[in-house]
């Protein structure tokens, strides 16, 4: 006479309309038996239901004012849809009224952890689309200060990194060698963050004249630090553990995506801006285009991300040093030499982009060839089209994985919500 | 000071000496025939308990990691900072004692009581040294094993009583940590009971003393005891929430699991329970396998250097020492490692402690018997 059956069967008339709601959900079962004319209710499965959390916009990883919204199974996510927009604050309302150069502030704060790769980006569409010639040394110092700030956006990326997992001490070891980055910058364009340094069609100022051998110095204390670093975290067993089969981005998916930068050479993508739509000096330097070869991690995992940006650091290192020695003397030298007096383009539309911390920083412009403002003025951000495969890859995962996903995807806020 | 190389040897032995000879003298001290020279003498553990958690806890905690992490750590109040936890002490028993409109209030307030109570209670059968001992029971091991699941009581208090999802996770995942890390734990200090042939702390302790100092501890007494000693110190980790089993309060994950709603007094509580906890496990396993209260030091040749550092002055100072070093490499292997995964946490549980541990278990009963 035992026989198991959905709730509603045997209880319709008595059960409740959240029980209903689960067994249509095919959730909470019973196990009865008959005596008789009643109905003897002899085990009761546990109804289990799914759980909205909402992590953040006030969480400790989800790094600033990111919102998901996770459907939980327990402690495994079965949806995970992210919610933007607390930190909008009309980039490309504010471009359309002001000048041209007067956009410069505006992209400091798109990724405020790579300050400098923003200004440069916009420097190169809006001299695309004036044309202008720009001086030799100030195409180096700008690719030195960019290269500067990648490494100090990268050291920011790790650390958060160990954090999300759990290892506080290389998130303080990253900014104590961040903090000399951000001095060195402090001293070139007079502020540590938002710095307003690259102008369109030159510099702020010419570099200290002491610069390049305080960079240099800076270089050689560094190469230890990234190597005490690796041993550190990267390859900790835990943390291995942790990252590693985790979030596998197959590299078709992450094109289709439109992923860019370290997610995608993540993936084992080889795409380089700086390689493959060269800018600025990037063709005479010599620099490798590190991805992952699936020996230590699994191509497209958290890992392999982690790896691409530890290695760049590396790349970029030997990027300064090159610059360094190549740089034109500063004799006769003026960084605003090619800056124009009125920035007034012909009509047309131009798409700059140049290879960020965190991908392709591309911005359109529009002018209309009357006025010094940009018609329009689009950012393309990476952040935010790399944040597009959250849901993708979230789907299944346990909640401290999610973490570990959110960590590699390395999002600022700032350069998402724009 | 005693530990500081000095111009002549014979310096802390005399200190040695007349450390027993007074802590001897108290013991004799019974005047109107109240022994008021016994209380004296267990009031010095109590004190350091409390002192303890307040200075070595968590100002040792924010100093060692501060070092870690080329940081100076607390500086402003006080000389070095030392002020600072008292001076923190002091502001969260000024803060508002929130309790959330919609947490179950009675859960809520009880959860952070009975935390501290369980953590505190195991400190009644440790043996601080031969003079003292909170309550002597024959069964010391046992009540110090079973009373730390209660711990598990008020974090499930606590992190359902909030009514917060974040709470919730890290009571649920807190409790299946200590669950399950209990089994290999209590096979582990089994093992040391094994060797003892008792449970209770103090003859354990006793039973591990001897004139060559540090080899007659049971981790050096028999080949096998080191396994059991590794298999309890990464299960008290786990124990008692510290990295990098730091699942339930992982603040990366679950914001700060199940104390998320917490402020104030409170929070303190949970604060300081966990400390307690803490040395509760350290010390334990320094009475197992460490000796206990005993001196490491062997005698050398006619230099009795066992002897002059024994007593129940000197079993305080060198429990506490033994606890220091554990707690030490606690904050060390905190602030140096990452997260695992609950998975991977209960993975390590099941598959590789609780197997070793019953090895471990079976090769020291063998050893007792068969080895004399």
């Known amino acids: 006479m035992e ?7 045997v209880f319709n008339s008595q059960s409740s309309t959240r029980m209903q709601e689960l067994d249509r959900a095919g959730m909470g079962s019973v196990r009865v038996t008959r ?3 009643n109905v003897v209710v002899l085990e009761k499965d546990l109804a289990t239901e799914q759980m909205i959390l909402a992590m953040g916009p006030q969480h400790p990883s989800t790094h600033g004012v990111l919102k998901l919204e996770c459907l939980t199974d ?8 992210p919610y933007l927009g607390y930190l909008h604050r009309c980039f490309e309302k504010c471009c359309e009224n002001v000048d041209y150069p007067a956009i410069v502030p505006y992209t400091d704060r798109l990724d405020y952890l790579a300050g400098m790769n923003s200004e440069f980006a916009y420097a190169i569409a809006v001299e695309k689309l004036l044309d202008v010639e720009i001086p030799r040394r100030v195409e180096f110092i700008r690719v030195i200060v960019a290269e500067m700030n990648r490494i100090a956006s990268h050291l920011v990326a790790i650390g958060t990194y160990g954090i999300d997992l759990g290892a506080f001490t290389p998130f303080l070891f990253c900014f104590r060698d961040r903090e000399i980055i951000l001095s060195l910058l402090e001293w070139a364009s007079g502020a540590r963050m938002l710095y307003n340094y690259i102008w369109v069609g030159g510099l702020a100022y010419d570099i200290p004249s002491d610069f390049n051998r305080r960079v240099k110095e800076f270089v050689n204390y560094f190469r230890p630090k990234t190597v005490e670093l690796y041993k550190l975290l990267t390859e900790n067993e835990i ?21 860019s930068g370290p997610m995608l050479r993540g993936s084992g993508v080889k795409w380089d801006l700086r390689r493959n739509d060269p800018y600025s000096i990037y063709p005479e330097l010599d620099f490798a285009v590190p991805v992952p070869d699936g020996k230590v991690s699994d191509v497209g995992d958290c890992l392999s991300r982690h790896l691409v940006r530890a290695l760049e650091m590396e790349e970029s290192l030997k990027i300064i040093e090159q610059c360094i020695d190549k740089m034109p003397s500063a004799e006769g030298f003026n960084p605003r030499s090619a800056v124009p007096k009125r920035v007034r383009p012909k009509a047309g539309e131009v798409y700059g982009r140049a290879e960020n911390p965190r991908g392709e920083l591309g911005f359109y412009i529009q002018s209309d060839g009357k006025s010094t403002k940009p018609l329009r003025c689009k950012a393309r951000s990476s952040c935010f089209v790399n944040l597009s495969a959250m849901k993708d890859l979230s789907k299944g995962q346990l909640i401290p994985d999610l973490v570990a996903i959110i960590g590699s995807i390395d999002i600022v806020l700032g350069e998402v919500d724009r | 000071m005693i530990l500081t190389p000095l ?10 000496n007349s450390l027993n000879a ?60 030392i002020l600072q936890t008292i001076a923190d002490i002091l502001k969260l028993l000024q803060k508002e004692d929130i309790v959330p409109t919609s947490a179950d209030k009675f859960l809520f307030v009880i959860g952070p009581g009975v935390l501290f109570v369980g953590s505190f209670l195991a400190y009644a ?30 974090i499930l208090a606590a992190g359902w009583g909030s009514n917060n999802k974040w709470s919730l996770y890290g009571a649920v995942r807190s409790v299946a940590q200590i669950v399950s890390y209990e089994i290999p734990a209590a096979i582990a200090l089994l093992c040391g009971a094994m060797m003892a042939g008792t449970l209770d702390m103090q003859k354990i302790t006793m039973l591990q003393s001897g004139s060559y100092g540090f080899a007659h501890f049971f981790l050096f007494q028999s080949p096998i005891a080191w396994l059991p000693f590794l298999i309890y110190f990464i299960a008290s980790l786990a124990e008692v929430n510290r990295a990098p089993f730091d699942i339930p309060e992982a603040e990366s994950e679950l914001v700060a699991g199940y104390f998320t709603e917490y402020t104030g007094m409170k929070f303190a509580v949970i604060f300081l329970a966990e400390y307690g906890s803490m040395f509760m496990v350290s010390a334990i396993i320094s009475i197992v396998f460490l000796g206990g209260w005993n001196s490491p030091l062997p005698d050398i040749g006619s230099f009795a250097l066992n002897a002059w550092t024994n007593g129940p002055l000197w079993g305080v100072f060198w429990i506490i020492m033994k606890g220091f070093f554990f707690i030490f490499v606690q904050m060390w292997l905190r602030w140096t490692l990452p997260r695992l995964r609950v998975d991977q946490l209960m993975y390590l549980c099941w598959k590789v402690l609780t197997p070793f541990a019953f090895v471990s278990f079976v090769l020291t009963a063998i050893w007792v018997i068969y080895v004399p």
């Open chain 1, 3 to 9: 026989s198991r059956c959905p709730t509603n069967s």
């Open chain 1, 35 to 37: 005596k008789g004319n």
């Open chain 1, 74 to 81: 327990g402690e495994v996510i079965t949806e995970a849809v």
């Open chain 1, 239 to 259: 943390f291995v553990k942790r990252t590693r089969g985790i979030g596998i981005m197959p590299a078709d998916v992450a094109i289709n995506y439109g992923w």
């Open chain 2, 7 to 16: 111009p002549h040897i014979s310096m802390p032995l005399l200190m040695g």
């Open chain 2, 22 to 81: 007074w802590s001897e003298a108290l013991v004799g001290f019974n005047p109107m025939g109240l022994p008021l020279g016994l209380v004296i003498l267990a009031a010095i553990p109590l004190v350091f308990i409390a002192l303890y958690s307040l200075t070595y806890g968590v100002y040792g905690e924010r100093k060692i990691s501060a070092f870690m992490q080329d940081r100076l750590g607390p500086m402003e109040v006080g000389k070095w900072g």
């Open chain 2, 125 to 154: 059968v440790l043996p601080f040294s031969s003079a003292f001992i909170g309550a002597s029971l024959n069964v010391g091991l046992f009540f110090a094993i079973g009373i730390v699941a209660i711990e598990v009581v008020g």
